[in-house]
Nanobody, 126 residues
Framework: QVQLVESGGGLVQTGGSLRLSCAAS????????VGWFRQAPGKEREFVAA????????GYADAVKGRFTMSRDNAKNTVYLQMNSLQLEDTAVYYC???????????????????WGQGTQVTVSS
């Protein structure tokens, strides 16, 4: 079993930055693939970014590529999502998800992840 706790959300103006954190416990963190997803009001949950285990391969949604950076610190059992140049359409609840056995092809599919955090709200205002 894995427990995930997100933090770092908040209110920011357009063009600003936030850094989200996802702290994991309950399983060897280095063995987990971790993803970020988001869900805006009235919309389906969508993939944002994911990072694999030892190789630290990262993948990003086109909408955030070049603005968001995902990283992991295995010593702290934490992954981060640095969000720069935030736009109104980035407003959503951001969820951290993890799984122990994902192929690269499955990283972007939320149903492939077994463990989820409670989410953290990110609101971008003009």
């Amino acid at each position: 079993q894995v427990q995930l706790v997100e933090s770092g959300g908040g209110l920011v103006q357009t063009g600003g930055s936030l850094r989200l954190s996802c702290a994991a416990s309950g399983r060897a963190f280095s063995t987990l693939t971790v993803g970020w997803f988001r869900q805006a009001p009235g919309k389906e949950r969508e993939f944002v970014a994911a990072i694999r285990t030892i190789s630290s391969y990262t993948g990003y949604a086109d909408a955030v590529k070049g603005r968001f950076t995902m990283s992991r610190d295995n010593a702290k059992n934490t992954v981060y999502l640095q969000m720069n140049s935030l736009q109104l359409e980035d407003t959503a609840v951001y969820y951290c998800a993890a799984d122990a056995s994902l192929t690269t092809a499955a990283l972007r599919t939320d149903s492939e992840y077994d463990y989820w955090g409670q989410g953290t709200q990110v609101t971008v205002s003009s």
